[in-house]
């Protein structure tokens, strides 16, 4: 937009510069004046009201501390993880083909459209409910739950990520008799991997949220349940503590590992937008 | 605003009922029925021939969800859901507006807020239910906390984005010719801002109602949720199925139906509204 183009500072400076410049707008920014008020303001609160419902900060991170070094939290995680990969995997391949062919014909669309804006709408609370009545304790009901809450999310990332390929490199491409693997390779794909990266990042949120859900009706071990098992016993400090963790595994992955993997291949498109 | 006189004549030439039958006739004559036809017909075939207790057919779902609706428990339970969604979408509303104002107008505000933004934006709305049901027991407190904590992050990020979209240039313009102040909110801010604001409503009322419903599961004597946790304790999977239609149903009418197209109404002199999540 503006008329002179001025280099941004940093890119003139060292990479040791950068970094360092970096570190000092973290370590100074306001987010840890943030943090420590809300946890002095936590402090002094469960101080005065002094009941068990109301933990102190320190009570939760002792938990929480507790929990990741005696192993346990690896453990869970790793439980649920695994019927997140499973459920989460069926949910892409599902959300893809029915995105596609969304996407690529009007007919499809028609068909398709009230049935994925219908499971936008239904809450996973009851294909967490429906699949644990139906499959029981088994590994089929957090796979199936999971399936059917996240795949709209996948889809309707997909359809615009289809629409939003552009008709008239693929008129030119036909002209010109380019191969079709070209065209895949060349065309559809660098076009669509945003869409499907934001499909995925958002489906991931929804389907890790849904797997913990079906594990508080219906399983004996997963982050689910062991926040159930707190929940029973009336410790709001093991919740807490189970809720940090969950979280904390959410933001890393989210913005550790996908976000930066999105960035790096849409960095050729100026902005991609999301859906939902 | 009245600067344009010039008013043109509206497009809709044949009477609102032809207008009306012809919309009608294009909702009953599409191919969406087909999917439901078949997804209704496999299901109930499915159901018949594996003939396994638990598992209802489409036919018994419907039914259970239209005895609900004309029992008038369906009623019922909706009221005193929305009483409480409304409660405490409200406050949602309240303290997303405050923290989008300030992370969208100020840097410092935004650094401080930001960190408490994300991690709310990606705690399930589970972990507040199970909270606040344990905090403040039944009763109205919890779920309009569990529906406070779990909102008010997607209301303000979106008020946010709206702040930061607001025309930098003409609110300077209007601070060189003194435009005073209620006018420069009336018609700069205001008109900027609320389509954000009703995509705020739009994301953050559905988070609100599915919050509402869990919290109710866990710790309530009445509402959707409580008639869903019911249904779940008897093993009986018609009811949960048929709460579940008909809370999406619901869920979809108020989107479609109240909030879609009051968005769309105001935000048509814009080209295109970037919702945020």
């Not at chain 1, 079709?180 to 990042?201: H, T, Y």
Request: overall charge positive; hydrophobic content about 55%.
């Amino acid at each position: 937009m503006e008329a002179i183009t001025a280099t941004p500072v940093s890119s003139r400076l060292g990479w040791s510069d950068r970094l360092g410049q970096s570190l000092k707008r973290f370590i100074l920014s306001p987010r840890w004046l943030a943090i420590v008020v809300a946890l002095v303001v936590w402090q002094i609160y469960a101080d005065y009201r002094d009941t068990r419902l109301i933990p102190t900060p320190i009570r939760v991170f002792t938990k929480l501390y507790e929990i990741v070094v005696s192993g346990l939290f690896f453990e869970e995680l790793a439980a649920s993880m695994v019927r997140i990969a499973i459920g989460f995997g069926a949910a892409l391949l599902v959300g893809l083909i029915i995105g596609i062919l969304m996407g690529s014909r009007d007919s499809w669309n028609d068909y398709l459209k009230d049935l994925v804006t219908f499971g936008l709408a239904m809450p996973g609370l009851i294909y967490a409910l429906v699949a644990v009545l139906f499959f029981g304790l088994s590994l089929w009901a957090p796979v199936t739950a999971i399936l059917a809450t996240s795949y709209p999310f996948v889809a309707v990332n997909i359809r615009e990520g289809v629409k939003a390929i552009s008709k008239e490199l693929l008129d030119m491409s036909r002209v010109y008799q380019v191969k079709r693997s070209k065209v895949v390779l060349q065309i559809i794909l660098p076009s669509l991997l945003p869409f499907a990266l934001a499909g995925f990042r958002l489906g991931f949120a929804i389907a890790w949220k849904a797997s913990t859900l079906v594990e508080l009706f219906g399983a004996t071990n997963g982050i689910g349940w062991q926040i159930r098992a707190s929940f029973d016993e009336f410790s709001v400090h093991g919740m807490l503590a189970w809720a940090l963790l969950f979280g904390l595994v959410m933001l890393f992955i989210e913005y550790g590992i996908l976000l930066p993997i999105e960035r790096y291949f849409g960095r050729w498109r100026p902005k991609v937008k999301q859906v939902m | 605003m009245s600067l344009v006189a010039d008013t043109s004549v509206p497009a809709s030439q044949p009477t609102w009922a032809g207008q009306l039958a012809e919309s009608l006739r294009r909702f009953f004559l599409h191919r969406r029925w087909i999917t439901f036809i078949v997804i209704g017909v496999v299901w109930q075939v499915t159901a018949m021939t594996a003939n396994i207790g638990l598992f209802p057919t489409p036919i018994t779902v419907i039914a259970t969800s239209w005895q609900y609706v004309i029992t008038g428990l369906f009623f019922s339970e909706l009221g005193i859901s929305m009483l409480r969604i409304i409660l405490g979408f409200s406050a949602a509303l309240l303290i997303g507006l405050i923290v989008g104002i300030l992370m969208g107008s100020r840097r410092f505000w935004d650094e401080f807020f930001q960190d408490f933004v994300i991690l709310g934006l990606s705690l399930p709305g589970l972990i507040y239910a199970l909270l606040c049901v344990m905090v403040f027991g039944i009763g109205l407190t919890a779920p309009v906390m569990a529906i406070i904590l779990a909102t008010y992050p997607f209301v303000a990020v979106n008020i946010r984005e709206g702040v930061k979209a607001i025309d930098k240039e003409l609110l300077d313009m209007s601070r060189v010719y003194t435009v005073d102040r209620w006018r420069l909110v009336r018609q700069l801010i205001l008109p900027s801002l609320l389509p954000f604001i009703l995509a705020a409503i739009r994301v953050g009322f559905t988070v609100a109602w599915k919050v509402s419903v869990l919290t109710e599961v866990f710790g309530g004597d009445s509402g959707i949720g409580y008639q869903i946790r019911v249904d779940f304790a008897s093993f009986k999977m018609r009811g949960v199925l048929g709460w579940g239609i008909l809370f999406g149903m619901v869920m979809l009418a108020i989107e479609y139906g109240l909030l879609v197209p009051a968005e769309q109404h105001f935000a048509r002199w814009r080209a295109k509204v970037k919702e945020v999540i």
